[in-house]
């Protein structure tokens, strides 16, 4: 890396906090999808002043996308003074929700100890600041550079990416022959390259039963109990099974190198009413119970053996359980994706951890999926890695924060690997 353009980085550092403190402060909630349009706007007065053309597109009649919460991405896009390759920085705009728990406001951008505290500061708005200090800098140091440089805000990564990333695949902004190198900077701690990641299968499961008086529930028939049955099968049978497969992937952290599953929700009998309601729940026995669950799965088992095996349990509850009746749902479905160490968007950002921070880069895959997946299956391409800022582990947690010294580190890792993929003398 030159030492030009690392002096101008840490030049910038002021400008990245404040950048960083301006994005949190835009609460990008998910679901439902609040202030998309907001955020775009706010990114593109940013970078259209400095010289990038600009592009906002909304998903339209993807999930969630209404008039009320639509699905507004932006792309910008930088061309140098001669042909050669895209980069593209792509970061997600959204965040999940704030939890309890918090001593900082989730929304205030605070700043104590060198971190920025905030719903989405190391998730990712951290990484996204860090990309876009690095190309201004990379432009101002650079201005004869080749090829060209994107930045994207993307929606819905934390439901999945389809009102963002997925529709801009579909539409040809990633095909290969427009891009040809993409950082996603999710925090995957600044000496690390994430390759890919695990795969990914959702579904409903509901147990149905026969609504009674609930002083008589023989004249009934419970779903909630039937559901019991369902969790003692997972419990029994499902998750000591998982606990013994282990996979050759790099995945971290080292609980996530075996299959794992979470249920992320249960619900049974009457609906929960609103918190200023001050009655009694009537009598009645259930007769419906549902519950999500979140399988992750490893690049070593097949998705229909996935499928298969949550099946293969409850058909076994009709059988041997008596009035056992179920529906199983299918919600969504994301296969494992992995980058060759080869590649060449990994030995550049591998080389650059090295001249940055002088030490070789640990290879990682990520636990959970992200946008490479659409980037990777839709777009064709393959020459793809996550690399950002921030502590994996702090991603949905409260007191969320990024390290202020950790997004300079990865825009200047960002920077060299620019210098390295976008001026000729350095390839």
């Known amino acids: 890396m030159t030492t030009t353009l690392m002096a101008r ?19 990008t909630l998910n679901p439902p999808g609040e202030n998309y349009q907001a955020i775009c706007d706010f990114l593109d007065k940013r970078l259209s002043a400095h010289g990038f053309e600009t592009q906002l597109i909304r998903a339209f009649g993807t999930p969630g996308d209404c008039e009320k919460y639509p699905r507004w991405n932006i ?24 939890g309890a728990g918090w001593t900082f406001d989730p929304f205030g951008g605070d700043i104590a100890d060198g971190k920025i505290y905030g719903r989405g500061a190391c998730d990712m708005k951290g990484g996204l600041a860090a990309s876009i200090i690095a190309a201004e800098a990379f432009i101002e140091e650079h201005q004869e550079f080749h090829g060209a440089i994107e930045i994207s805000g993307t929606a819905d990564e934390e439901s999945g990416g389809y009102g963002g990333v997925a529709y801009l695949a579909e539409h040809g902004f990633f095909s290969p022959e427009k891009v040809q190198h993409v950082i996603i900077p999710e925090p995957l701690n600044k000496d690390r390259i994430c390759l890919g990641h695990r ?14 008086h609930g002083s008589m529930p023989f ?31 790099p995945v971290v952290p080292e609980g996530a190198k075996q299959s794992t599953m979470n249920i992320n929700s249960i619900h049974g009998g009457q609906k929960e009413q609103d918190d200023d309601f001050t009655g009694l729940p009537a009598h009645c026995v259930p007769d419906s119970c549902r519950i999500v669950i979140d399988r992750r799965f490893l690049v070593e088992e097949p998705l229909e053996q996935v499928r298969g095996e949550v099946k293969g349990l409850l058909e076994g509850l009709r059988e041997s359980r008596p009035d056992f009746e179920y529906e199983l749902t299918e919600l969504n479905a994301v296969l494992p994706s992995m980058t060759d160490k ?58 969320e924060y990024i390290g202020i010294n950790d997004m300079i580190d990865s825009a200047k890792v960002m920077g060299a690997s620019l210098e390295t993929l976008l001026l000729p003398n350095k390839n």
Not at 14 to 27: H, M, N, S, V
Not at 377 to 392: D, E, S
Request: hydrophobic share 40%.
């Open 199 to 212: 795969g990914g299968w959702w579904a409903e499961i509901e147990t149905k039963g026969e609504i009674a």
């Open 219 to 249: 004249l009934g028939d419970c779903a909630v109990r039937h559901m019991g049955a369902v969790i003692h099968e997972f419990e029994d049978k499902l998750f000591p099974a998982m606990a013994l497969r282990r996979t050759d992937m």
């Open 342 to 399: 080869t590649a060449p968007v990994v030995e550049t950002v591998a080389q650059a951890i090295q001249d940055v921070m002088g030490k070789a880069p640990e290879y990682v895959a990520s636990p959970g999926t992200y946008d490479q997946k659409h980037i990777d299956r839709i777009g064709k391409l393959k020459n793809c890695i996550a690399y950002g800022p921030g502590i994996l582990e702090l991603a949905h947690k409260p007191d």
């Open 9 to 27: 980085i840490d030049g910038k550092r002021d400008d990245l906090i404040q950048l960083t403190q301006d994005l949190i402060r835009i609460p």
């Open 75 to 98: 792309i910008a896009r930088r061309d140098g003074k001669h042909a050669g390759d895209c980069v593209h920085f792509n970061s997600h705009t959204d965040v999940v929700e704030v």
